[in-house]
């Protein structure tokens, strides 16, 4: 497996107006390098740093949406945030749309088992508020601000921020 080759074709293919200076490369990498993970996406460095050992046994659609996944990181955001989600279901629905069936299905998955079922679910009152009410009746209210904010793929300051006031009332049975 050449990763530099199927950085490239990925970059090409998913990614064409990023990296236009062609700074990034792909390699593979220590423990180290990859953060005890899979993959690393080092902005610094300007380096995709893929696990070798991780990925011998990847067929060619895990590594390219592993490659993937690691891009988004630098375009979307460095956490598993909706940002970063968002980026991924574009380039999941670019996939699709290249027949690449397999690479859209990995992407998808990827969202939801890093970032959670509700990241890229519309965020309102009503979907906060829904969320909030399935919630157990005896956690505290910063429990379940925490809860929604991870669920919605924001931080805490945020959810308490847009809807403090409708948790806080969703756990005191007042909805």
């Known amino acids: 497996m050449n990763i530099v080759t199927i950085f490239d074709e990925v970059c090409s293919s998913y990614f064409p107006r990023w990296d236009r200076q062609r700074e990034w490369t792909a390699e593979f990498g220590d423990a180290n390098q990859c953060r005890n993970s899979t993959g690393y996406c080092d902005t ?4 995709v740093y893929v696990d070798k050992l991780s990925s011998i046994g990847m067929l060619d659609a895990g590594v390219r949406a592993l490659l993937i996944h690691e891009i988004c990181h630098d375009i979307g955001a460095a956490e598993h945030n909706r940002k970063w989600a968002r980026r991924m279901e574009r380039a999941a629905a670019c996939a699709a749309e290249l027949n690449e069936a ?3 299905d990995i992407l998808r998955s990827d969202i939801v088992s890093c970032a959670g079922n509700g990241v890229l679910a519309e965020y309102n009152l009503c ?3 829904d969320y909030a009410e399935a919630l157990s009746p005896s956690i505290d209210c910063a429990t379940a601000v ?4 991870k669920y919605f793929g924001y931080k805490p300051a945020k959810v308490k921020r847009d809807f403090g006031r409708v948790i806080e009332d969703a756990m005191a049975g007042v909805a």
């Open 127 to 129: 979907n906060v508020l």
């Open 102 to 104: 397999e690479v859209a």
């Open 146 to 149: 925490k809860r929604v904010a």
């Open 44 to 47: 610094v460095a300007k380096t």
